[in-house]
Nanobody
Framework: QVQLVESGGGLVQPGGSLRLSCTVS????????MGWYRQAPGKERELVAT???????NYLDRVKGRFTVSRDNAKNTVALQMNSLKPEDTAVYYC????????????WGQGTQVTVSA
């Protein structure tokens, strides 16, 4: 059973930084894309950032230059460094891992709240 456990959310002032981390157990991740999604109240879940097993990254346009996704395959972790946070970044952030060749192998964390407010 693949399990994802997130940490690092919280309350931060505009312009501040947070680092989210996700630890995955139950599978090796060499064939998985890892990443982060978010869902704000009343809005659909959206992709924030992903990183492939080979290290290629993809970002939501609105976070480019502010957020950085990284992974440590040896530790089965994926992180999201968020800088210059804005109130519109407020959302529940979800860790996700999806097998590159078998899309049905798609797993989610429980979510962690990020609130950007003065």
């Amino acid at each position: 059973q693949v399990q994802l456990v997130e940490s690092g959310g919280g309350l931060v002032q505009p312009g501040g930084s947070l680092r989210l981390s996700c630890t995955v157990s139950g599978s090796t991740l060499s064939s998985y894309r890892m990443g982060w999604y978010r869902q704000a109240p009343g809005k659909e879940r959206e992709l924030v950032a992903t990183i492939t097993a080979g290290g290629s990254t993809n970002y939501l346009d609105r976070v480019k230059g502010r957020f950085t996704v990284s992974r440590d395959n040896a530790k089965n972790t994926v992180a999201l460094q968020m800088n210059s946070l804005k109130p519109e970044d407020t959302a529940v952030y979800y860790c996700n891992v999806r097998h590159t060749f078998i899309p049905t192998l798609n797993y989610w964390g429980q979510g962690t709240q990020v609130t950007v407010s003065a």
